[in-house]
């Protein structure tokens, strides 16, 4: 048809020819233009902003003081939430999180907090907007100020406050602390006009002598037009069954997490807990700690299963806030319908185009021998290397070193394996000490919490005696495949490198009898620790 076309404009006057062509363009464009129509394309993401604040202390938190001066104290930190939540605006955030403890502080008594206090009333109970009707309640301005920061820069807000409540009448006595009142660790949650929405009580405490633990765990949601659904928790909430495993059990993919963390490496590090989190739990975790060198708290970070957005300070750095903005994909499974989202991965601070994680095929260079399944120290074949015990985070790990260039290492706890391939690059040029633990047990300092535990990591000398001391950096870069059989569904794998800079795991497999495996190479910098962080939520009481 095109040659016929073509044929007979040979025949037609130079009028002719250009009113042809215009007819055949215009024809054309419309055909095109029905053919390809489509319903415009769902943008389903959203920006969020999480703050890492350098907050103003009380000097004397166990002193206390009257409302007034609780208030002017509280305002100070309010002053930079309200730079910051202008600040996020402008770059298009849609929620905004701050930290744990970013208003008040630490390390207050229980009568000491009491000028900190307000009576935060359930949203689930009353609609109110307290930038709007600042008259309802009393002793509310902190509630205000904050209403009216989530109204004026149009977002949603996430802040962390000190909550007062009274022992309702129908409460057995016996659970009331002596004063007549609980007093709670709180999270607020303001919709874009103001008006409150959601309200969460800290339900695992963490040598918080101020606060009360809530008579029940809370499960605590909030929906938003922009991304659906999102969950509440905060800080050591993250380490435990409630409230953070029964949301993930009921479907909620995307969770606020204000913290006060004090990192702990070499498993526990914020930024490295708060990445492994998301991968492991296959979530969206919006991560805001607070900034304190005196106190060992920095790392906050915007995290999807497939990217990181993150800050973590280095020692040396000016002690300030850092606020962090991103793009990220909705992962609420009732707002996305079957709908494939695109992610965009940012590692450090640099966007990459992203592409789907190792589907398990390797190029014959990096391929690793499938490693025999890990299942009891007498079915597995060990390297001629001892083992040895060293304490890592408190808790009794069985070690044994990595004493070749490459090579194959497996080492147990009991009946727990775990099972170590290596190659390290470039050979010969590191005398640093690397070692592959294992630990299932029962974890008893600062909190009780059952684990199974994989981990390489670099030791702090070169004497056994340093494995599993903190570590911060490291020069030997290494090709790996780590891999354990865990009693437990929920494990949390993390990769740190020199500095304290996060690696995505080049690929991960979980398998129907347990076992998790994590494969990387190509790693940008030295290793500092990977790891496998089981959580044995169902021990945890006996």
Same mark, same amino acid.
């Given at each position: 048809?095109?040659?016929?076309?073509?044929?007979? #404009?040979?025949?037609?006057?130079?009028?002719?020819?250009?009113?042809?062509?215009?007819?055949?363009?215009?024809?054309?464009?419309?055909?095109?233009?029905?053919?390809?129509?489509?319903?415009?394309?769902?943008?389903?993401?959203?920006?969020?902003?999480?703050?890492?604040?350098?907050?103003?202390?009380?000097?004397?938190?166990?002193?206390?003081?009257?409302?007034?001066?609780?208030?002017?104290?509280?305002?100070?930190?309010?002053?930079?939430?309200?730079?910051?939540?202008?600040?996020?605006?402008?770059?298009?955030?849609?929620?905004?999180?701050?930290?744990?403890?970013?208003?008040?502080?630490?390390?207050?008594?229980?009568?000491?907090?009491?000028?900190?206090?307000?009576?935060?009333?359930?949203?689930?109970?009353?609609?109110?907007?307290?930038?709007?009707?600042?008259?309802?309640?009393?002793?509310?301005?902190?509630?205000?100020?904050?209403?009216?920061?989530?109204?004026?820069?149009?977002?949603?807000?996430?802040?962390?406050?000190?909550?007062?409540?009274?022992?309702?009448?129908?409460?057995?006595?016996?659970?009331?602390?002596?004063?007549?009142?609980?007093?709670?660790?709180?999270?607020?949650?303001?919709?874009?006009?103001?008006?409150?929405?959601?309200?969460?009580? #800290?339900?695992?405490?963490?040598?918080?002598?101020?606060?009360?633990?809530?008579?029940?765990?809370?499960?605590?949601?909030?929906?938003?037009?922009?991304?659906?659904?999102?969950?509440?928790?905060?800080?050591?909430?993250?380490?435990?069954?409630?409230?953070?495993?029964?949301?993930?059990?009921?479907?909620?993919?995307?969770?606020?997490?204000?913290?006060?963390?004090?990192?702990?490496?070499?498993?526990?590090?914020?930024?490295?807990?708060?990445?492994?989190?998301?991968?492991?739990?296959?979530?969206?975790?919006?991560?805001?700690?607070?900034?304190?060198?005196?106190?060992?708290?920095?790392?906050?970070?915007?995290?999807?299963?497939?990217?990181?957005?993150?800050?973590?300070?280095?020692?040396?750095?000016?002690? #300030?806030?850092?606020?962090?903005?991103?793009?990220?994909?909705?992962?609420?499974?009732?707002?996305?319908?079957?709908?494939?989202?695109?992610?965009?991965?940012?590692?450090?601070?640099?966007?990459?185009?992203?592409?789907?994680?190792?589907?398990?095929?390797?190029? #014959?260079?990096?391929?690793?021998?499938?490693?025999?399944?890990?299942?009891?120290?007498?079915?597995?074949?060990?390297?001629?290397?001892?083992?040895?015990?060293?304490?890592?985070?408190?808790?009794?790990?069985?070690?044994?070193?990595?004493?070749?260039?490459?090579?194959?290492?497996?080492?147990?706890?009991?009946?727990?394996?775990?099972?170590?391939?290596?190659?390290?690059?470039?050979?010969?040029?590191?005398?640093?000490?690397?070692?592959?633990?294992?630990?299932?047990?029962?974890?008893?300092?600062?909190?009780?919490?059952?684990?199974?535990?994989?981990?390489?990591?670099?030791?702090?000398?070169?004497?056994?005696?340093?494995?599993?001391?903190?570590?911060?950096?490291?020069?030997?870069?290494?090709?790996?495949?780590?891999?354990?059989?865990?009693?437990?569904?929920?494990?949390?794998?993390?990769?740190?490198?020199?500095?304290?800079?996060?690696?995505?795991?080049?690929?991960?497999?979980?398998?129907?009898?347990?076992?998790?495996?994590?494969?990387?190479?190509?790693?940008?910098?030295?290793?500092?620790?990977?790891?496998?962080?089981?959580?044995?939520?169902?021990?945890?009481?006996?």
């Amino acid at each position: 048809m095109v040659y016929q076309v073509r044929l007979d #404009k040979c025949a037609m006057s130079v009028v002719e020819e250009t009113m042809f062509l215009l007819l055949v363009v215009f024809v054309s464009f419309s055909l095109t233009s029905a053919v390809g129509q489509t319903e415009p394309a769902v943008d389903y993401s959203y920006v969020a902003a999480v703050y890492e604040h350098n907050l103003v202390l009380n000097p004397e938190p166990r002193v206390p003081l009257s409302r007034p001066a609780a208030l002017q104290h509280m305002q100070k930190n309010l002053d930079v939430y309200e730079e910051q939540a202008a600040l996020a605006a402008q770059q298009g955030a849609q929620i905004l999180v701050f930290p744990e403890d970013g208003l008040h502080g630490f390390n207050f008594s229980r009568s000491s907090i009491s000028g900190y206090l307000e009576t935060i009333p359930d949203p689930q109970q009353e609609s109110w907007n307290p930038c709007t009707e600042p008259g309802k309640y009393n002793n509310t301005e902190v509630l205000q100020r904050l209403s009216c920061m989530a109204r004026r820069y149009n977002l949603y807000l996430v802040a962390n406050m000190a909550d007062l409540q009274p022992c309702p009448l129908k409460t057995d006595p016996s659970s009331c602390p002596s004063d007549g009142h609980w007093q709670f660790n709180t999270n607020v949650v303001f919709r874009s006009d103001g008006l409150l929405v959601a309200r969460y009580h #800290k339900h695992n405490l963490y040598f918080e002598e101020a606060f009360d633990t809530p008579p029940q765990p809370e499960i605590t949601t909030f929906d938003t037009p922009f991304a659906g659904k999102f969950g509440l928790i905060i800080c050591f909430d993250i380490l435990f069954h409630e409230p953070t495993v029964t949301l993930l059990e009921k479907g909620v993919r995307q969770l606020i997490f204000p913290t006060a963390w004090m990192n702990q490496l070499p498993l526990l590090d914020a930024i490295q807990f708060q990445r492994a989190f998301s991968i492991g739990a296959n979530v969206t975790l919006l991560a805001a700690n607070i900034r304190s060198d005196r106190l060992i708290m920095t790392g906050s970070g915007i995290y999807t299963p497939s990217s990181a957005t993150y800050h973590h300070a280095q020692k040396g750095d000016p002690e #300030k806030g850092r606020l962090l903005v991103a793009r990220v994909p909705v992962l609420d499974p009732l707002l996305m319908g079957q709908s494939v989202v695109t992610e965009e991965r940012v590692v450090r601070g640099e966007s990459t185009s992203s592409t789907a994680t190792d589907s398990g095929h390797c190029h #014959k260079e990096n391929c690793f021998d499938p490693p025999p399944p890990p299942e009891t120290a007498s079915s597995v074949l060990f390297s001629s290397s001892t083992t040895f015990t060293s304490s890592m985070m408190y808790d009794p790990f069985i070690f044994i070193l990595l004493n070749e260039t490459e090579g194959k290492v497996n080492v147990c706890d009991g009946t727990f394996c775990c099972h170590l391939q290596y190659r390290r690059l470039p050979p010969g040029d590191s005398k640093e000490l690397y070692a592959l633990g294992a630990f299932a047990g029962t974890h008893t300092v600062n909190g009780r919490y059952a684990l199974q535990v994989c981990a390489l990591v670099r030791c702090a000398g070169l004497d056994v005696s340093s494995c599993g001391q903190e570590v911060e950096e490291a020069e030997s870069k290494m090709d790996f495949l780590l891999e354990g059989r865990f009693g437990t569904r929920y494990v949390y794998p993390s990769l740190l490198v020199n500095k304290l800079v996060l690696e995505q795991p080049e690929h991960l497999e979980t398998a129907a009898d347990g076992r998790v495996t994590m494969k990387h190479s190509n790693m940008t910098d030295g290793l500092v620790t990977a790891c496998l962080y089981g959580r044995m939520y169902h021990l945890d009481n006996e």
